[in-house]
């Protein structure tokens, strides 16, 4: 399975997700002496325990947002899709709606040249339904996890 990288394209590329990979980390090691350069407070090029402690909180709360950004992100895309496909406005998606979005979120994945590629795994130039469902089906693993099933 090629799934876990071909996964923050087709959210950026769907539209109906940001990418939680926007901004990567150069690489462990210049993350880590940049790590170094902020909390070394008593600049002997080294942390000790209590600069390490400062880090690890400063961390977990980073973390922390980033998720909650996340989570929030996650809502909009989750109205702007409600209010895309709710055509008889009663606040919720039923099954004909879904479906609609399902075609619609489709036909874009279709046009996405770089995207399908990527879930084009038998290489014909469409996506089959099986490709489709595949690639939806991360979207929705995703969505849940975002969702709060991570504990704290
Ligand atoms: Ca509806
Ligand atoms: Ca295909």
């Known amino acids: ?30 993350r880590d002496a940049e790590i170094i350069k902020r909390y070394d407070t008593n600049k002997d090029g080294k942390l000790d325990e209590a600069e390490v402690a400062a880090v690890k909180e400063t961390m977990l709360m980073e973390s922390q947002e980033n998720k909650e950004a996340r989570r929030e992100r996650l809502q909009e895309r989750q109205k702007s899709w409600l209010e895309e496909f709710d055509t008889n406005k009663d606040g919720k998606l039923d099954e004909a709606e879904k479906a609609a979005m399902d075609t619609t979120m489709r036909a874009r994945t279709e046009k996405r040249p770089q ?10 130039g469409k996506l089959s339904d099986a490709e489709w469902i595949a690639g939806r089906e991360k979207i929705r693993t995703r969505i849940e996890e975002a969702k709060g099933k991570d504990k704290k």
Not at 16 to 25: K, Q, R
Not at 115 to 124: E, F, I, M, S, Y
Request: glycine share 2%; charged share 20%.
């Open 1 to 30: 399975m090629k799934a876990a990288f071909l996964f923050p394209s087709l959210l950026a590329a769907t539209q109906f997700l940001v990418s939680a990979n926007a901004a990567e980390p150069d690489s462990a090691a210049a």
């Open 115 to 124: 995207l399908l590629k990527r879930l084009d795994t038998d290489g014909d």
